[in-house]
């Protein structure tokens, strides 16, 4: 099994930058596909980032060319960079980890960018 724990969330500025950081614990996180998600205020959770034990990755419209989903197998870590913060991106971000379904979720970090 996979546990996730996120951190880097923030109060940030329109225009700012962020990275957050989601720390895996679990033998069978270097075979797991990883994600990001997020849960804004009113709307409903959305995939904005993933990425696949080979490191191919797909992002949702809204986010590309802003947000670079990353992963380092090594230090068991996945990242999200996300740059030109806008303030519709403010949320709760959650990583999330598994194989045909992400099944392994993390705490959430908040984003809040004003």
């Known amino acids: 099994q996979v546990q996730l724990v996120e951190s880097g969330g923030g109060s940030v500025q329109a225009g700012g930058s962020l990275r957050l950081s989601c720390a895996a614990s679990?033998?069978?996180?270097?075979?797991?596909?990883m994600a990001w998600y997020r849960q804004a205020p009113g709307k409903e959770r959305e995939r904005v980032a993933r990425?696949?034990?080979?490191?191919?990755?797909r992002y949702a419209d809204s986010v590309k060319g802003r947000f670079i989903i990353s992963r380092d197998d090594g230090k068991n870590m996945l990242y999200l960079q996300i740059d030109n913060l806008k303030v519709n991106d403010t949320g709760v971000y959650y990583c999330a980890a598994g194989y045909s379904t992400f099944d392994f979720w993390g705490q959430g970090t908040q984003v809040t960018v004003s």
């Open positions: 679990g033998n069978t996180y270097t075979s797991s596909c």
């Open positions: 990425i696949d034990s080979d490191g191919s990755t």
